[in-house]
């Protein structure tokens, strides 16, 4: 994912990273999302590199995003 978020010059809007990302499929360990999607979740408006956008980006990961498919963390 970082990758798709060098493509962009920097600083760069949220809603231009929305923009560019809509349609790109991040697959998880249970489940996708739409990276345009889940940049739109972020709460910042402006991001100033790759790897700000980035660590935006993992506070609005869903659950699914997270561990092995199938994976228990003991709950049976």
Do not use: K, W
């Not at 499929?25 to 999302?33: Q, R, S």
């Not at 935006?56 to 994976?71: C, F, M």
């Amino acid at each position: 994912m970082v990758d798709e978020f060098r493509e962009h010059s920097y600083p760069a809007a949220r809603q231009d990273l929305v923009d560019s990302c809509d349609g790109t499929t991040v697959l998880f360990a249970d489940g996708d999302a739409d990276l345009g999607d889940l940049v739109a979740d972020i709460d910042q408006e402006r991001f100033e590199s790759a790897e700000d956008s980035f660590a935006a980006l993992q506070n609005v990961l869903p659950i699914e995003a997270l561990g092995e498919p199938r994976q228990s963390d003991g709950d049976a």
